[in-house]
Protein backbone atom coordinates (compact mmCIF):
# COMPACT_ATOMS: atom_id res chain seq x y z
CA UNK A 1 0.00 0.00 0.00
CA UNK A 2 1.33 3.49 -1.00
CA UNK A 3 2.04 5.96 2.37
CA UNK A 4 -0.48 8.94 2.14
CA UNK A 5 1.94 11.62 1.09
CA UNK A 6 1.36 14.88 2.02
CA UNK A 7 3.89 17.78 0.01
CA UNK A 8 4.44 20.99 1.93
CA UNK A 9 5.07 23.20 -1.56
CA UNK A 10 5.84 26.87 -0.86
CA UNK A 11 2.26 27.41 -0.24
CA UNK A 12 1.49 25.19 2.37
CA UNK A 13 4.91 26.23 3.88
CA UNK A 14 3.72 29.87 4.37
CA UNK A 15 0.60 29.31 5.40
CA UNK A 16 1.93 27.17 8.02
CA UNK A 17 4.10 29.91 8.95
CA UNK A 18 1.72 32.41 8.92
CA UNK A 19 -0.84 30.32 11.52
CA UNK A 20 2.24 29.73 13.86
CA UNK A 21 2.81 33.47 13.93
CA UNK A 22 -0.37 34.32 14.37
CA UNK A 23 -0.66 31.67 17.30
CA UNK A 24 2.35 33.13 19.00
CA UNK A 25 1.98 36.53 18.03
CA UNK A 26 -1.75 36.48 19.59
CA UNK A 27 -0.80 35.27 22.43
CA UNK A 28 2.34 38.16 23.06
CA UNK A 29 -0.81 40.76 22.19
CA UNK A 30 -2.64 39.65 24.28
CA UNK A 31 -0.68 39.65 27.56
CA UNK A 32 2.44 41.73 27.17
CA UNK A 33 1.51 44.01 23.91
CA UNK A 34 -1.54 44.94 25.60
CA UNK A 35 0.12 46.01 28.93
CA UNK A 36 2.48 48.26 27.10
CA UNK A 37 -0.16 49.84 25.29
CA UNK A 38 -2.40 50.66 28.41
CA UNK A 39 0.70 51.82 30.20
CA UNK A 40 1.74 54.72 26.88
CA UNK A 41 -1.93 55.41 25.89
CA UNK A 42 -2.79 56.39 30.01
CA UNK A 43 0.38 58.69 30.23
CA UNK A 44 -1.13 60.26 27.12
CA UNK A 45 -4.10 60.30 27.84
CA UNK A 46 -4.96 58.48 25.20
CA UNK A 47 -8.91 56.57 24.32
CA UNK A 48 -9.14 53.61 22.26
CA UNK A 49 -9.57 54.39 18.71
CA UNK A 50 -13.36 53.74 17.87
CA UNK A 51 -12.21 51.73 13.99
CA UNK A 52 -13.30 48.55 12.42
CA UNK A 53 -11.63 45.82 14.14
CA UNK A 54 -9.28 44.07 11.54
CA UNK A 55 -7.55 41.09 11.07
CA UNK A 56 -7.81 38.88 14.30
CA UNK A 57 -7.78 41.20 16.25
CA UNK A 58 -11.74 40.81 16.86
CA UNK A 59 -11.53 37.00 17.89
CA UNK A 60 -10.60 37.71 21.33
CA UNK A 61 -11.97 40.59 23.64
CA UNK A 62 -7.77 41.33 24.42
CA UNK A 63 -6.80 41.30 21.03
CA UNK A 64 -9.77 43.68 20.52
CA UNK A 65 -8.68 46.38 23.22
CA UNK A 66 -5.02 46.27 22.53
CA UNK A 67 -5.79 46.65 18.51
CA UNK A 68 -7.57 49.84 19.38
CA UNK A 69 -5.31 50.64 22.13
CA UNK A 70 -2.77 50.56 18.90
CA UNK A 71 -4.75 52.02 15.89
CA UNK A 72 -5.15 55.18 18.84
CA UNK A 73 -1.31 55.22 19.51
CA UNK A 74 -0.57 55.09 15.97
CA UNK A 75 -2.25 58.35 15.29
CA UNK A 76 -0.47 60.37 17.89
CA UNK A 77 1.47 62.89 16.37
CA UNK A 78 5.46 62.35 16.93
CA UNK A 79 6.15 65.81 19.27
CA UNK A 80 4.50 64.03 21.57
CA UNK A 81 7.18 61.33 22.26
CA UNK A 82 9.26 63.37 25.06
CA UNK A 83 6.68 62.60 27.10
CA UNK A 84 6.24 58.74 26.54
CA UNK A 85 10.56 58.39 25.28
CA UNK A 86 12.16 56.91 28.76
CA UNK A 87 9.02 54.49 29.34
CA UNK A 88 10.12 51.02 28.98
CA UNK A 89 6.72 49.82 27.89
CA UNK A 90 6.94 52.79 24.87
CA UNK A 91 10.33 51.45 24.04
CA UNK A 92 8.89 48.00 23.32
CA UNK A 93 6.29 49.16 21.21
CA UNK A 94 8.74 50.43 19.38
CA UNK A 95 10.75 47.50 18.59
CA UNK A 96 7.83 45.97 17.70
CA UNK A 97 7.10 47.98 15.27
CA UNK A 98 10.29 49.04 14.19
CA UNK A 99 10.98 45.08 13.75
CA UNK A 100 11.99 43.60 9.85
CA UNK A 101 8.98 40.97 10.75
CA UNK A 102 6.84 43.90 8.92
CA UNK A 103 8.98 45.55 6.36
CA UNK A 104 10.81 48.50 6.29
CA UNK A 105 10.09 50.88 9.47
CA UNK A 106 9.06 54.61 8.74
CA UNK A 107 8.36 57.62 10.75
CA UNK A 108 5.74 59.33 9.01
CA UNK A 109 5.26 62.13 11.74
CA UNK A 110 3.45 59.98 13.86
CA UNK A 111 4.94 58.45 17.64
CA UNK A 112 5.21 54.95 16.15
CA UNK A 113 6.96 54.08 12.85
CA UNK A 114 5.01 51.36 10.21
CA UNK A 115 6.36 48.96 8.57
CA UNK A 116 6.58 49.61 4.46
CA UNK A 117 6.71 45.96 2.83
CA UNK A 118 6.67 45.25 -0.61
CA UNK A 119 2.98 44.95 -1.31
CA UNK A 120 2.81 48.66 0.83
CA UNK A 121 5.78 49.52 -1.70
CA UNK A 122 3.55 47.72 -4.95
CA UNK A 123 0.67 49.90 -3.69
CA UNK A 124 2.26 53.11 -4.00
CA UNK A 125 4.44 52.31 -7.14
CA UNK A 126 1.45 51.16 -9.01
CA UNK A 127 -1.59 53.81 -8.08
CA UNK A 128 -3.95 54.44 -9.10
CA UNK A 129 -4.00 51.36 -11.39
CA UNK A 130 -4.21 48.61 -8.26
CA UNK A 131 -5.09 45.29 -9.38
CA UNK A 132 -4.52 41.74 -7.94
CA UNK A 133 -1.91 40.45 -10.86
CA UNK A 134 -0.25 44.03 -11.19
CA UNK A 135 -0.16 44.51 -7.78
CA UNK A 136 1.32 40.71 -7.06
CA UNK A 137 3.94 41.23 -10.03
CA UNK A 138 5.08 45.01 -8.45
CA UNK A 139 4.94 43.07 -4.83
CA UNK A 140 7.90 40.60 -6.40
CA UNK A 141 9.78 42.67 -8.33
CA UNK A 142 9.77 45.19 -4.73
CA UNK A 143 11.13 42.47 -2.47
CA UNK A 144 13.96 41.68 -4.67
CA UNK A 145 15.05 45.24 -4.75
CA UNK A 146 14.89 45.39 -0.71
CA UNK A 147 15.98 42.23 0.36
CA UNK A 148 12.57 42.19 2.46
CA UNK A 149 12.56 39.66 4.82
CA UNK A 150 8.63 40.60 6.80
CA UNK A 151 5.78 38.19 6.83
CA UNK A 152 4.04 39.87 3.46
CA UNK A 153 7.80 39.58 1.66
CA UNK A 154 7.92 36.20 2.46
CA UNK A 155 4.46 35.89 0.67
CA UNK A 156 5.44 38.58 -2.31
CA UNK A 157 8.81 35.78 -3.22
CA UNK A 158 6.22 33.19 -4.26
CA UNK A 159 4.13 35.50 -6.81
CA UNK A 160 0.83 33.56 -4.82
CA UNK A 161 -1.73 36.32 -4.22
CA UNK A 162 -3.92 34.23 -1.98
CA UNK A 163 -0.91 33.81 0.34
CA UNK A 164 0.13 37.17 -0.35
CA UNK A 165 -3.37 38.20 1.04
CA UNK A 166 -3.49 35.56 3.66
CA UNK A 167 -0.35 36.95 5.37
CA UNK A 168 -0.94 40.24 4.84
CA UNK A 169 -4.66 40.20 6.65
CA UNK A 170 -2.24 38.73 9.32
CA UNK A 171 0.35 41.87 9.59
CA UNK A 172 -3.07 44.48 9.33
CA UNK A 173 -1.78 45.85 12.79
CA UNK A 174 1.07 43.29 13.62
CA UNK A 175 -3.46 21.27 15.94
CA UNK A 176 -5.48 14.71 14.87
CA UNK A 177 -7.44 12.63 17.02
CA UNK A 178 -5.36 9.16 17.21
CA UNK A 179 -8.35 6.75 17.07
CA UNK A 180 -6.13 3.58 16.93
CA UNK A 181 -2.31 3.01 16.57
CA UNK A 182 -1.08 3.54 13.13
CA UNK A 183 1.02 1.14 11.09
CA UNK A 184 4.27 2.59 9.57
CA UNK A 185 3.11 2.10 6.03
CA UNK A 186 -0.76 3.91 7.26
CA UNK A 187 1.30 7.30 8.54
CA UNK A 188 1.54 10.41 5.98
CA UNK A 189 5.03 11.33 4.40
CA UNK A 190 5.53 14.65 4.29
CA UNK A 191 7.33 15.88 1.50
CA UNK A 192 9.76 19.08 1.56
CA UNK A 193 9.37 21.51 -1.66
CA UNK A 194 10.22 24.56 0.01
CA UNK A 195 12.20 26.54 -2.28
CA UNK A 196 15.72 26.74 -1.37
CA UNK A 197 15.93 30.76 -0.84
CA UNK A 198 12.74 30.96 0.65
CA UNK A 199 13.60 29.11 3.15
CA UNK A 200 16.77 30.93 3.90
CA UNK A 201 14.95 34.16 4.03
CA UNK A 202 12.52 33.01 6.18
CA UNK A 203 14.96 32.11 8.85
CA UNK A 204 15.70 35.62 8.75
CA UNK A 205 11.97 35.94 9.98
CA UNK A 206 11.58 33.51 12.29
CA UNK A 207 15.29 34.90 13.73
CA UNK A 208 13.91 38.23 13.93
CA UNK A 209 10.30 37.09 15.84
CA UNK A 210 12.81 35.26 18.28
CA UNK A 211 15.13 38.08 19.01
CA UNK A 212 11.83 40.68 19.71
CA UNK A 213 10.14 37.69 21.83
CA UNK A 214 12.16 35.10 22.76
CA UNK A 215 9.85 32.52 21.50
CA UNK A 216 11.24 29.66 18.98
CA UNK A 217 9.14 29.41 15.46
CA UNK A 218 10.11 26.14 13.89
CA UNK A 219 12.56 26.11 11.59
CA UNK A 220 12.26 26.21 7.87
CA UNK A 221 13.58 22.82 7.06
CA UNK A 222 12.46 18.96 6.23
CA UNK A 223 12.33 18.01 9.25
CA UNK A 224 9.64 20.28 10.13
CA UNK A 225 7.05 19.58 7.50
CA UNK A 226 4.93 17.95 9.13
CA UNK A 227 4.62 20.56 12.03
CA UNK A 228 4.05 23.32 8.37
CA UNK A 229 1.45 20.77 7.22
CA UNK A 230 -0.65 20.40 10.65
CA UNK A 231 -0.41 24.28 10.75
CA UNK A 232 -1.46 25.15 7.47
CA UNK A 233 -4.58 22.83 8.30
CA UNK A 234 -5.04 24.31 10.93
CA UNK A 235 -5.14 27.88 8.92
CA UNK A 236 -8.69 29.25 8.04
CA UNK A 237 -8.06 32.02 5.21
CA UNK A 238 -11.40 31.83 3.43
CA UNK A 239 -12.83 35.16 3.76
CA UNK A 240 -9.73 37.42 5.10
CA UNK A 241 -10.18 40.44 4.01
CA UNK A 242 -7.64 43.30 3.82
CA UNK A 243 -7.54 47.47 3.30
CA UNK A 244 -4.82 47.82 1.61
CA UNK A 245 -5.19 51.89 0.61
CA UNK A 246 -7.34 54.39 -0.10
CA UNK A 247 -8.21 56.88 -2.41
CA UNK A 248 -9.11 60.35 -0.62
CA UNK A 249 -9.16 62.11 -3.91
CA UNK A 250 -13.02 60.99 -3.85
CA UNK A 251 -15.95 61.81 -1.74
CA UNK A 252 -16.59 59.81 0.29
CA UNK A 253 -13.62 58.61 0.78
CA UNK A 254 -13.29 54.92 -1.04
CA UNK A 255 -11.26 52.10 0.44
CA UNK A 256 -9.14 49.36 -1.70
CA UNK A 257 -9.49 45.95 -0.27
CA UNK A 258 -8.27 42.30 -1.16
CA UNK A 259 -10.65 39.45 0.22
CA UNK A 260 -9.69 35.60 0.01
CA UNK A 261 -13.19 33.68 -1.86
CA UNK A 262 -12.70 30.34 -2.77
CA UNK A 263 -9.14 29.79 -4.58
CA UNK A 264 -8.81 33.54 -5.52
CA UNK A 265 -8.32 37.58 -4.60
CA UNK A 266 -11.31 39.66 -4.85
CA UNK A 267 -10.47 42.88 -4.89
CA UNK A 268 -12.87 45.56 -4.23
CA UNK A 269 -13.12 49.70 -3.23
CA UNK A 270 -15.68 50.76 -0.80
CA UNK A 271 -16.53 53.96 1.14
CA UNK A 272 -16.74 51.80 4.53
CA UNK A 273 -13.46 49.41 5.95
CA UNK A 274 -14.00 45.92 5.90
CA UNK A 275 -12.74 43.75 7.78
CA UNK A 276 -12.34 39.70 7.64
CA UNK A 277 -15.08 39.40 10.38
CA UNK A 278 -17.85 41.94 8.29
CA UNK A 279 -16.91 40.34 5.37
CA UNK A 280 -16.50 36.00 6.26
CA UNK A 281 -19.88 37.08 8.11
CA UNK A 282 -21.21 38.15 4.71
CA UNK A 283 -20.01 34.90 2.85
CA UNK A 284 -21.37 32.33 5.67
CA UNK A 285 -25.07 34.12 6.22
CA UNK A 286 -25.38 34.89 2.07
CA UNK A 287 -25.25 38.24 2.39
CA UNK A 288 -24.07 40.32 -0.08
CA UNK A 289 -20.41 41.25 -0.59
CA UNK A 290 -18.74 44.72 -2.75
CA UNK A 291 -18.20 44.24 -6.27
CA UNK A 292 -15.14 45.69 -7.38
Keep these: MRADQRVVDNRVFLLGLDELY ?19 AGVLGVAPAD ?21 ALQDVDERRTSEVAELPEFLRLRDVA ?3 LYGRPELIGKLLPVGRDPLTQALIDTQPDWSVEGLTAAAHTAVHATDDISLVGLAARIR ?3 VLAALR ?5 YAMAVLGLERPE ?10 EDLAEQAKRFIRAFHELFGEELPPPDPTQAETYWDACDDNEIYGRCVRLGSNDATEP ?13 HEFWHPEVWTTERYSGALRDGGPVPDL
Excluded: N
Design 253 to 265: VRHYHWAIRGSSV
Design 169 to 173: ESAVL
Design 51 to 71: VPIEGYYATEPRLTSYFRLMR
Design 186 to 195: DRPQYVWQVD
Design 98 to 100: SAP
Design 160 to 162: DPV
Design 22 to 40: RRAMARHECRELLTCAQRV
